[in-house]
């Protein structure tokens, strides 16, 4: 069965760079893009990004260019983003998702990250 | 950038309510839009992709429906493990926004 494993929640100090990863099984890893989307307490889903995990290559919202980096391992069907110079907006929790071209079809579990001084 | 509203922001029904979401996108989108269903503390979960294509496993009181700017989720007779938050999302050009959420409560 399709699965996306996200790592643990994490605690950031303004100014940091946090790195979240995905771990995909059950499916060819480079078969769909993986798209990024966040949501701050109480609030909707943002949006973030895609990246193709068979090229490498990336596509970011307007808002978190220059500060986020999307990548991937294929040998271990990893994808991973990191966002950098964080500051306590960025609080929220960040999930992962598959890409089927239609729709975000499997989600990871979601990771917290939470920046505070 | 297209732009996802919903209506109404917060709803509340009771078990055995027909509810009907509607979303609307700032220009056409043809068919490529995709409903969520939220529960707090989960991952979002896929409902409905291409306006109106069932995703497997989903009960058929879910359905919808539109094309262009918009679109409409129904629930055709609510149960008590729908009330949740839902959201709508264009994936006809990137950024693939989100709609800013339904919240069905129980009245």
């Known amino acids: 069965q399709v699965q996306l494993v996200q790592s643990g929640a994490e605690v950031k100090k303004p100014g940091a760079s946090v790195k979240v990863s995905c771990k995909a099984s059950g499916y060819t890893f480079t078969s769909y893009d993986i798209n990024w989307v966040r949501q701050a307490t109480g609030q909707g889903l943002e949006w973030m990004g895609w990246m193709n995990p068979n090229s490498g290559n990336t596509g970011y919202a307007q808002k978190f260019q220059g500060r986020v980096t999307m990548t991937r391992n294929t040998s271990i069907s990893t994808a991973y983003m990191e966002l950098s110079s964080l500051r306590s907006e960025d609080t929220a929790v960040y999930y992962c998702?598959?890409?089927?071209?239609?729709?975000?079809?499997?989600w990871g579990q979601g990771t917290l990250v939470t920046v505070s001084s | 950038d297209i732009q996802l509203t919903q209506s109404p922001s917060f709803l509340s029904a009771s078990v055995g309510d027909r509810v009907t979401i509607t979303c609307r996108a700032s220009q056409g989108i043809s068919s490529y839009l995709a409903w969520y269903q939220q529960k707090p503390g989960k991952a979002p979960k896929l409902l409905i992709y291409?306006?109106?294509t069932l995703q497997s496993g989903v009960p058929s009181r879910f359905s919808g429906s539109g094309s262009g700017t918009e679109f409409t989720l129904t629930i055709s007779s609510l149960q008590p493990e729908d009330f949740a938050t839902y959201y709508c999302q264009q994936l006809n050009s990137y950024p693939h926004t989100f709609g800013p959420g339904t919240k069905v409560d129980i009245k």
């Open positions: 291409a306006a109106s």
């Open positions: 998702a598959r890409d089927n071209g239609d729709s975000l079809d499997y």
